[in-house]
């Protein structure tokens, strides 16, 4: 009886690509294997993402920049990506150079520290790229709906700091991956990857890139799991990984310390006595990638998702075609507050729209009549709770206001 309550469990779970195509956010087509198509509402929920990550990046003090997609093999050669990864990257002859799509942002952002002098004074000196266009050639076969892509955009960011930076960076970091994961309602522990044994560098400085990342951990006094030998081929780096409510464990937000590329790339800045030395580059992104955190989320939460996430926020109904004028008016004041709103104005019954809205997941339906209009209120449902009954408009609008100001 439990294996088939099991197995019932496991057919019935959420699929992202379903929900996008019932929600009407993506899709897929053969012309470009390994890409996703957004649609207007899907757009919606990749900008909000994009916006919350670039708000918690300007109060950190990041810079944004923006790379090239297509560079030269030379560069993924001084990066050692050539070496490691280049059976994962899209090649290219162009006349006599052979030239990458890139696989990750992390060497073009080095070329843009190295572009001029750096003081201690210059440090930290932390740049976002959270627009940054990826592709990786992944094993055939194993590219599948938006968790693993040939093309995605990751929010990738880079901070070069002294080793004396790196304690207090490290715990930052932490503290926002915990703060996002939170947001949506995930479960979040921690992985400490160490020294694989296909690794480029010196021991010396992998002793003290991992020594660097446990200090962090331990006093930003979270626990830790350590996942020997799991580490990329430049440094130790901390998963923080969650699990979902399907009882999933995914790896979200990396966190990697690199003593590697400073070296490969000559990176300098001048300390306070004149001296010349090597900073530390902290790789870090919170959300990973935006196509597989979308995903990821939609089935977490079964396409339900919160207030300032939702492609269409209020959807505004009216009883009889004599009530439009008043829904109108409804509209122009969620407009005017900020909010995303259709009115179904549509000649179908009142109960097929309620009904089309809990489909479509809208978290809030206001109805109107005559004795709304007359009241200057609105019949208010909200997902997830049903009829909340009538409610003055203006106090409808502060409801929503404190939803969306606490991103809940």
């Not at 899209?90 to 942002?105: D, R, S, T, V």
């Not at 003081?119 to 930290?124: G, I, M, T």
């Not at 959270?130 to 055939?140: C, D, F, I, N, Q």
Request: hydrophobic share 35%; aromatic share 10%.
């Amino acid at each position: 009886m439990k294996e088939k309550t099991l197995r019932q469990a496991q057919g019935e779970k959420p699929d992202h690509r379903k929900l996008g195509e019932q929600l009407d956010l993506f899709s897929f087509h053969d012309v470009s294997p390994g890409a996703v198509f957004w649609h207007p509402k899907g757009m919606v929920i990749y900008k909000e993402l994009e916006k919350l990550i670039r708000e918690e990046n300007e109060k950190m003090g990041y810079g944004e920049v923006s790379t090239p997609i297509l560079v030269k093999k030379e560069l993924w050669e001084k990066s050692g990506h050539w070496e490691k990864f280049k059976d994962n990257m899209f090649q290219f002859q162009i006349g006599n150079e052979a030239q990458g799509l890139k696989p990750m942002n992390c060497p073009e952002a080095h070329l843009i520290f190295a572009s001029r002098i750096r003081s201690y004074q210059d440090l930290p000196l932390r740049l976002a790229e959270p627009t940054g266009r990826l592709h990786r050639k992944e094993v055939s076969g194993s590219v599948g709906g938006l968790f693993r892509l040939y093309q995605f955009t990751q929010d990738d960011a880079h901070i070069y700091c002294s080793p004396e930076q790196i304690e207090k960076e490290i715990s930052s970091l932490l503290k926002l991956a915990l703060k996002i994961h939170k947001m949506f309602g995930f479960k979040s522990f921690f992985r400490l990857a160490t020294k694989p044994d296909e690794a480029l560098g010196s021991p010396r400085l992998w002793e003290k890139a991992e020594e660097a990342l446990k200090t962090a951990l331990k006093k930003s006094k979270v626990k830790y799991e350590l996942r020997e030998k799991d580490g990329t081929f430049y440094g130790p780096k901390i998963d923080v990984n969650v699990t979902d409510s399907l009882e999933r464990e995914w790896t979200i937000a990396t966190v990697q310390i690199d003593f590697q590329v400073p070296e490969r790339f000559a990176l300098e800045y001048v300390d306070k006595d004149g001296s010349r030395k090597r900073p530390v580059v902290i790789h870090r992104a919170m959300l990973g990638s935006f196509e597989r955190f979308i995903g990821i989320l939609l089935e977490h939460l079964n396409g339900a998702l919160p207030l300032w996430l939702s492609p269409e926020q209020i959807w505004i109904i009216p009883i009889a075609s004599r009530n439009n004028k008043y829904a109108e008016k409804v509209a122009a004041e969620c407009n005017e507050a900020g909010f995303r709103y259709i009115v179904k104005d549509e000649n179908e019954t009142v109960a097929k729209k309620i009904r089309e809205g809990e489909v479509q997941k809208i978290p809030y339906l206001l109805v109107v009549g005559d004795k709304e209009e007359k009241a200057k209120k609105v019949s208010v449902r909200q997902r997830g709770k049903g009829n909340l009954g009538q409610m003055k408009f203006d106090k409808f609008l502060q409801k929503v206001k404190r939803e969306y100001d606490e991103r809940g």
